[in-house]
């Protein structure tokens, strides 16, 4: 840890440091193999930009790197050569998106075995979509076949139709093959896709990217040429953007990195206000604003991948709002139960109480849970799954009722920094069972700050894991004086 003369010293640092790191650093990836793209009267212009520059990430790091291995045998419908297909309304069809995926998967599965059957399946996917390619404005375009419906706001796709979600993760393929087998007919699909997030929209042509009124630009899921409009929808966004970061990795185009800083600047401005739904889950698109909580939970881990590719605080502070707004249920453990009153609950969808059970312990006791939930309007919960309150909610209390150890963790690439206010702060080590093993109390006579690389909350409170100084190796609980860049 360091000192520092006081509060606004050590916030302004912190932020001055943090974002030089997003806005400078990174401008050219290591055995990229430069390109430029020419701007002429088709290329997308005008749109606002704050300055976000790409980052170098480890391997590890990258987007889609952290998804589980393909299995060998797909359970999904697929044709003869291996290519997954969708179905729909009880027909199959080639699906760009379903594609780009599955070849990602395989082709990080063949990385991690050196099984060439994922790598030739990674292939075919690929072919696929290059045999199906739609040429236009000197791009490449990869067509879904069937109409697919939206909201009752929106018009629905009439196929053929284009997706920048799909020109971005196929984007990505591309570039990926082209650094694993070298062959240069990747790194022309590479260009020519890339090429497509480059183009205005156009009333009789194939486009993805486009300009809002309020100067933002928008890589759209759901392009719509009458009146040139779009959904706007949060995951499909980023996904492209995803695209556009591997072209820079490959080529350090500059038009990547101006779509890249647009992008990003798009979802620094608009998430909080379009999206962001405080205490909720968050909308789906600005056109169909509908909520889904398993989209929910990919928005705040877009976000957070968004950090690593920019190195920009913003981002994970985003991340983290939308965790705590309404964190991923999915949580399994042992909730702890102190001596006393509890009383569990059962709610309508709205927050209503419709049951109330109650329990009495003489002692500290234990029961286990299935889930840790954010009931609507009211708080966090856990539903319990044996005992006397099976079936019901209790609320999370720290000292009352807890989950044991770490759950809805976040992990920073890279680390962060925790500033510390003038004060008095507690880290902990826990043993295998998270009960404290030790503790550490310092007084902090003036601002300091340390690097943390996780935040979860840790028996039931917000808590941050500190790799260097006082608190190294230790949880430090979330309090009004510590302050995350």
Not at 19 to 48: C, E, K, R, Y
Not at 157 to 179: C, E, K, N, T
Not at 382 to 391: E, V
Request: aromatic share 12%; net charge positive; hydrophobic share 40%.
């Amino acid at each position: 840890m360091f000192a520092m003369s006081k509060t606004t010293a050590v916030r302004t640092s912190l932020l001055t440091a943090t974002l030089l790191i997003g806005l400078l650093a990174g401008s050219v990836p290591a055995n990229a193999t430069t390109t430029t793209h020419a701007q002429n009267a088709d290329t997308v212009t005008g749109f606002a930009r704050d300055g976000f520059r790409p980052q170098s990430a480890p391997e590890a790091a990258l987007p889609y790197n952290d998804a589980a291995l393909a299995p060998r045998v797909d359970s999904f419908p697929h044709d003869a050569q291996g290519v997954r297909l969708f179905r729909y309304n009880g027909v199959t069809y080639d699906h760009p998106v379903v594609q780009a995926q599955w070849g990602l998967s395989n082709l990080r599965t063949y990385l991690a075995t050196q099984d060439s059957f994922f790598l030739d399946r990674a292939l075919a996917q690929a072919q696929r979509n290059l045999d199906r390619k739609v040429e236009s404005r000197g791009a490449w375009w990869y067509p879904y076949g069937f109409d697919y419906p939206r909201c009752a706001q929106r018009t629905g796709m009439a196929a053929p139709w284009y997706s920048a979600m799909a020109q971005g993760q196929l984007l990505s393929l591309f570039v990926r093959l082209s650094q694993v087998t070298g062959d240069p007919k990747w790194r022309t699909a590479a260009d020519r896709t890339f090429a497509s997030l480059l183009v205005t929209p156009a009333a009789d042509a194939p486009w993805a990217s486009w300009v809002d009124a309020d100067g933002h630009l928008w890589l759209e899921e759901y392009p719509v040429s009458a009146g040139i409009t779009g959904e706007r929808v949060l995951n499909g966004h980023v996904f492209a953007i995803y695209g556009v970061y591997d072209y820079w990795r490959l080529t350090a185009d500059t038009q990547a990195l101006a779509l890249f800083d647009g992008a990003t600047t798009t979802l620094h401005h608009r998430v909080p206000v379009d999206f962001r739904v405080p205490g909720w889950i968050s909308r789906y698109s600005v056109g169909c604003t509908g909520a889904y909580a398993n989209y929910h939970a990919l928005h705040a881990q877009q976000l957070l991948k968004i950090y690593t590719l920019t190195g920009a605080p913003a981002f994970a502070g985003l991340a983290d709002l939308f965790r705590s707004d309404y964190p991923a249920p999915a949580v399994s453990g042992l909730v702890s139960f102190s001596g006393g009153t509890h009383i569990g609950y059962t709610f309508d969808a709205a927050g209503t109480i419709l049951q109330r059970r109650t329990l009495t312990l003489s002692r500290d006791s234990a029961a286990n849970a299935d889930q840790r939930i954010r009931v609507y309007g009211r708080g966090i919960y856990y539903r319990i799954t044996n005992g006397t309150l099976a079936g019901f909610l209790v609320p999370e209390s720290p000292g009352e009722r807890v989950l044991r150890g770490p759950v809805v963790a976040h992990t920073y690439m890279p680390q962060r920094l925790l500033a510390f206010n003038a004060g008095t702060y507690t880290g902990y080590r826990h043993d295998s069972s998270w009960n404290v093993a030790t503790s550490t109390t310092f007084t902090f006579s003036r601002p300091s700050a340390a690097p943390f690389t996780i935040s979860a909350w840790v028996n039931g409170r917000l808590s941050y894991l500190i790799t260097a100084g006082v608190y190294a190796g230790m949880w430090v609980p979330a309090d009004p004086g510590l302050v995350p860049a």
